[in-house]
């Protein structure tokens, strides 16, 4: 009788002990190797950020804890946002637009209503560019030649539509009361074939990121007319806004991060606290300096109202571009 008490007395303790350790293991979050999933090849936009954050937690000593960058490319993010959607808090995935649009394409069933949004981190921004012989000079004429014959004007775009480069262009001509549906888009692999493509005079116009044009703008190679921005940029201070030409519209091409589903209260404010004090750090302004990145923080709680913000934005201008699935 007294053996089967003790053995009872211990079973209890072990327990109590176990039940002990796994609340201390919540309060100590994080307590195991943080993965930064990066849902691409190494190099580019997402893999940068990826590499960025990890680099500078560590370096500014904001994060103790051991952390990874994992790389899993496919599918437009679609195969890293996957692999996330099975890890726990200890996991942060790299996000865009993209995870919104390749649902509305019909290319995924994730939306990001099934994670957890942590943070919008950056932005960039696009523009609109056009030969140097160009008949258009503003944007506001490009549009207006767009407005009497919507097919007339090849415009160049990649790596294919649906992406922030072709809705921006959509959103615009939209706003200015272009049949959207007609717009003559020629598909090219990469922004770089753009490029040669305008350069070239294959199109009379195109719509890439600010980071691929302004250095052939600068250089006198092609003139850029407008950009998606609040405000003209440093790198090109002479090219107006949208807004500036009467079209009522700004367009980020934003990246943030998700967490997994699922994830506590506690988790979700120990990374709002971490990725509050880095944004502010000296290093993340530079790296947003060196790389043409704009600061567009959100915390979870606004990135969370902002990602809904934009999946009906993404639905109403899929929808009005015709390629809603």
Same mark, same amino acid.
């Given at each position: 009788m007294r053996k089967s008490l003790i053995l009872l007395a211990l079973s209890l303790l072990l327990v109590l002990g176990a039940c002990s350790s796994a609340s201390?293991?919540?309060?100590?979050?994080? +307590?195991? +190797?943080?993965?930064?999933?990066?849902?691409?090849?190494?190099?580019?936009?997402?893999?940068?950020?990826?590499?960025?954050?990890?680099?500078?937690l560590k370096e500014e000593k904001i994060v103790e804890q051991s952390m990874t960058v994992v790389n899993k490319p496919g599918g437009s993010g679609e195969v890293g946002w996957q692999y996330l959607s099975k890890k726990d808090g200890h996991s942060l995935a790299i996000n865009s637009s993209l995870l919104i649009?390749? @649902?509305?394409?019909?290319?995924?069933?994730?939306?990001y209503e099934k994670f957890t949004p942590i943070a919008t981190l950056?932005?960039?921004?696009?523009?609109?560019?056009?030969? @140097?012989?160009?008949p258009y000079?503003?944007?506001?004429?490009?549009?207006e030649q767009l407005k009497k014959d919507p097919s007339s004007v090849k415009i160049g775009i990649a790596p294919?539509?649906?992406? @922030?480069?072709?809705?921006?262009?959509?959103?615009?001509?939209k706003t200015y009361g272009v049949d959207v549906t007609k717009l003559n888009f020629l598909v090219y692999e990469s922004g770089g074939d753009v490029v040669t493509s305008l350069l070239g005079g294959h199109v009379d116009a195109a719509t890439m990121a600010v980071s691929e044009?302004?250095?052939?703008? +600068?250089? @006198?190679?092609?003139?850029?007319?407008?950009?998606?921005?609040?405000e003209r940029l440093d790198e090109l201070p002479e090219v107006?806004?949208?807004?500036e030409q009467g079209v009522d519209m700004v367009f980020p091409h934003w990246r943030g991060i998700l967490g997994p589903p699922d994830m506590t209260e506690e988790q979700i404010a120990y990374w709002d606290k971490v990725l509050s004090e880095m944004v502010e750090t000296d290093a993340w302004k530079e790296l947003l300096e060196n790389n043409g990145w704009e600061d567009f923080y959100k915390d979870s709680s606004a990135s969370k109202k902002f990602l809904a913000e934009q999946t009906k934005m993404y639905t109403d201008l899929i929808e009005q571009s015709g390629l809603q699935k």
């Open positions: 201390g293991d919540d309060d100590k979050f994080p +307590n195991k +190797n943080i993965e930064f999933v990066a849902p691409a090849t190494p190099g580019g936009g997402w893999d940068a950020t990826a590499r960025a954050i990890q680099k500078i649009t390749n @649902n509305l394409l019909g290319q995924s069933d994730l939306t950056t932005t960039e921004w696009i523009s609109v560019a056009v030969p @140097n012989d160009s000079k503003t944007a506001g004429e490009l549009m294919g539509l649906g992406n @922030n480069d072709h809705l921006s262009f959509v959103q615009a001509a044009s302004a250095e052939q703008h +600068n250089a @006198n190679k092609f003139k850029v007319l407008a950009v998606t921005s609040d107006p806004t949208w807004k």
